[in-house]
């Protein structure tokens, strides 16, 4: 089942005082970016951000997680994201924790 619409938009609302927040479209579901740092996912209409050892203190030894999609490795599955202060603290923990992306090298012509 694909994520709707109005739930990736309702993603944004919340979690958009975080900084720059962006849902970018993969295979009918959405990859969660902040600040340019991949974050997680929103996959059938529920959030799943990447597991580290900053957000694993926030949220606890029991924190549900599991596979965004079939093959992956397991995300935290958050299932209620209304307490924006709870989950911006989340966040900029986990954003913290998170290595820059590489970035891209630089395209080069074919000579012919």
Known sequence: MATDKEFATYVQDQLG???ELSLR?????YGLYLNGKIM???C???LF???TEAGQAILGPDAPSGPCYP???PY???D???DTDAMHALFNATWQALPLPKPKGKKTQKKK
């Open 17 to 19: 005082q975080l900084g």
């Open 44 to 46: 059938d209409n529920t």
């Open 76 to 78: 935290f599955i958050l």
């Open 40 to 42: 997680g996912f929103v």
């Open 80 to 82: 209620s994201i209304e």
């Open 25 to 29: 479209p993969m295979f009918g579901e």
């Open 49 to 51: 951000l990447k597991i």
């Open 71 to 73: 093959g992956s490795k």
